[in-house]
């Protein structure tokens, strides 16, 4: 071998052995940004791994309209934003929300949605069901059939704990540090997923499941206001959007209360350093929650402090009577959701004096057209 060969073997091997090396190093960019974003989390009194709002999607047909498109997305919660993201396309999803838990359940996402090949490899790791031999088959096929394919499928607790054992090296890889208390927690969320399968609903700490709540399989064939079923499940093309970015690492856990000191004040500074503008921001109810402590003011206050333009958008969960809120909830759900421009909403709270609730979850009720017009998108 001549001398400039073996020069030439040397650096071919030693650059793919630092790649494998490199590709290994926990990725210390996105864990700096959890850690520059978040702030100290706080008490919710639900571990919140599945969304009880069944109208979910009955926004995405006036977003459309509107020109909801791009820029950044910020919302709370578990796996409903990702349905809000595989929608709008954002550059970067920012998931903020008050439980340190929620982060580590993304992050248990996140390293599912790396290691799957196609939806059903995904909900096969979610559920701890074995996934079949000719898995590359499935790809394209009907979110109905992949279900199908599901509940025809025992939990399977020798594959569920080898599985999680490879998420939870994954999980490290991604660099935000975590103590044992963590790494339970992750399990104790994986293993409820396993145990109770399609039919896991959202509970409460100290109760169980409430029937009147809907299963993750109902949400995931939940469809928009036009009848279209629209979740990141829902085909083949929206999971694949949400993969992409949480393997360019662009969907970022942040610990924060939406009217807390750091967290969305340094998400808007972080954002204009990117030069990027909020396209829409995920509620659900925490505002009523804002307003039962007297926080909601320093709420406000932090959504005065985003980058926004005409287009963007809030997104509000309603629940009719149940917990006071007196909306209109369509027939069939449990929830209404409501969309209303951020521009709407500093008009609404220019007076916080006389701001209330109720009145803000009804501005702009009707399946999410907000009151005022809107430039068309360009």
Not at 28 to 35: K, P, Q, R, Y
Not at 87 to 114: C, G, S, T, V
Not at 170 to 179: A, C, I, T
Not at 209 to 218: G, H, I, S, V
């Amino acid at each position: 071998m001549t001398t400039l060969l073996r020069r030439f073997t040397f650096v071919a091997v030693s650059t793919v052995l630092w790649g494998a090396e490199v590709a290994a190093q926990p990725r210390i960019a996105f864990a700096g940004l959890v850690e520059r974003l978040s702030e100290p989390g706080g008490f919710f009194p639900s571990d919140n791994l599945v969304s009880n709002e069944t109208s979910y999607l009955h926004v995405l047909g006036a977003m459309r309209r509107i020109g909801v498109k791009g820029g950044a997305y910020l919302g709370v919660g578990p796996e409903q934003g990702f349905s809000y993201i595989a929608e709008i396309e954002p550059k970067i999803a920012l998931i903020i929300d008050i439980r340190r838990d929620n982060l580590l359940f993304h992050l248990l996402l996140k390293a599912m949605f790396e290691s799957a090949r196609n939806r059903l490899e995904y909900l096969g790791l979610l559920y701890g069901r074995p996934v079949p031999d000719d898995l590359a088959m499935w790809t394209d096929l009907p979110l109905e059939s992949l279900l199908e394919y599901l509940d025809g499928q025992l939990a399977d607790s020798a594959l569920h704990d080898r599985s999680h054992r490879k998420l939870m090296e994954q999980v490290e890889r991604f660099g935000v540090p975590l103590s044992d208390l963590d790494r339970s927690t992750i399990r104790r969320f994986h293993d409820e997923f396993a145990d109770t399968g399609l039919e896991i609903r959202y509970s409460t700490r100290g109760r169980g499941p409430r029937l009147m709540f809907p299963t993750n399989r109902r949400l995931y064939t939940e469809t928009d206001i036009d009848g279209l079923v629209a979740s990141y499940l829902s085909t083949e093309d929206r999971w694949r959007r949400i993969r992409e970015m949480q393997k360019t690492d662009r969907i970022v856990p942040v610990v924060g209360n939406l009217a807390g000191p750091k967290a969305v004040g340094a998400i808007a500074e972080y954002l204009r350093e990117r030069k990027l503008e909020v396209s829409a921001f995920y509620l659900s109810n925490v505002e009523s929650y804002l307003f039962r402590d007297g926080t909601f003011p320093a709420f406000v206050a932090n959504v005065k402090a985003l980058p926004v333009n005409a287009r963007s958008v809030m997104i509000r969960s309603g629940f009719g009577r149940w917990g006071g809120a007196q909306v209109n909830v369509p027939p069939g759900h449990f929830s209404v959701q409501v969309l209303q421009t951020v521009t709407r909403f500093l008009e609404f709270t220019a007076d916080l004096a006389a701001a209330d609730y109720w009145a803000l979850v009804n501005d702009g009720v009707d399946l999410g057209v907000p009151r005022e017009t809107v430039p068309p998108p360009q």
